[in-house]
């Protein structure tokens, strides 16, 4: 089945998910959509994010994917049943797989959330953990800073360093967690930064490895599987600026990627 996956982000970060899926099954042909022009998603309403989510579906839903991955945390948890019970393809977001493994990584029960305004806001990931083990306590913490500053490409230095010190402070008063789950796909770009300032002895969770894993296993139960050649002729779109969109690419991919071009998303009809 060589019909690509579609990969959606609000932005850059899903392309750390899109790179894991790459690594993993690395047969298939993904098509990434970010959409670095209204990005960041965490601040809007659930009917903004619900809607700007449906016009980049519609988007690929023209490229006749086969699986469509929300790699938005707050996209995810604004709109993935609703994605799920409408489109006939399998759907899979990045919350249910990250909370599955951080509650495989706690030794105490005690899990930190760090995400948008927006994610953190639904409440998902307490919903997710306490699902599959009532017994977690769950911090959670909005850091609004953090994505406008991935966009921009500022990942390290005094500036990162500094923002992240300051926004994880509250975070940082709670010595009980041992688990951080990065609540947002563009975090793990900040990731080793985040991990000095919360120091060695807590556990940072990114869902990208496990969204990877699980979009290899759905694919394999629904028989979707590229069983032939190799397909790289990967695509990436956005509807924003190219340059930042490669520069922070190449940091992820240690390699210029190909196939890369701006587009506008027009309006979708739900």
């Keep these: ?70 790699a938005c945390n707050t996209a995810t948890a604004f709109t993935l049943e609703e994605l799920q019970s409408k489109l006939n393809i399998p759907v899979i977001g990045v919350i249910q797989p990250g ?6 990584f706690t030794q105490n029960n005690h899990i930190g959330v760090i995400g948008t305004e927006g994610t953190i806001r639904s409440n998902a990931y307490n919903k997710a953990l306490q699902s ?19 966009e921009q490409g500022t990942l390290k230095g005094e500036v990162a360093e500094r923002v992240i010190k300051e926004s994880l402070i509250p975070l940082n008063n709670n010595k009980k967690i041992d688990t951080l789950i990065l609540g947002c ?10 991990q000095r300032v919360v120091g060695e002895h807590i556990t940072i969770v990114s869902s990208s490895e496990e969204t990877a894993r699980e979009t290899s296993i759905i694919l ?11 397909v790289y002729d990967h695509q990436f779109y956005t509807t924003g600026d190219v340059g930042i969109f490669t520069k922070i690419a190449q940091g992820i991919f240690n390699s210029s990627i190909d196939n890369l071009q701006a587009v506008r998303i027009e309006k979708a009809v739900i």
């Design 132 to 150: 599959i083990n009532e017994d977690i306590q769950v911090s959670a913490l909005a850091c609004p800073l953090f994505v406008p500053m991935v």
């Design 1 to 70: 089945m060589k019909r690509p996956i579609g990969v959606i982000d609000s932005g850059v970060g899903g392309l750390t998910v899109a790179h894991e899926i790459m690594r993993q099954i690395p047969k298939e042909r993904l098509i990434y959509l970010g959409d670095t022009l209204r990005c960041p998603y965490g601040p809007r309403t659930k009917e903004e994010v619900n809607k700007f989510t449906w016009e980049l579906v519609e988007f690929l839903l023209e490229k006749n994917i086969k699986m469509l991955v929300v």
């Design 220 to 230: 394999d139960v629904h028989d979707l599987l590229n069983q032939g050649n190799p």
């Design 99 to 104: 909370a599955r493994a951080a509650i495989n």
């Design 185 to 194: 796909t563009h975090y793990p770009l900040l990731k080793d930064t985040i």
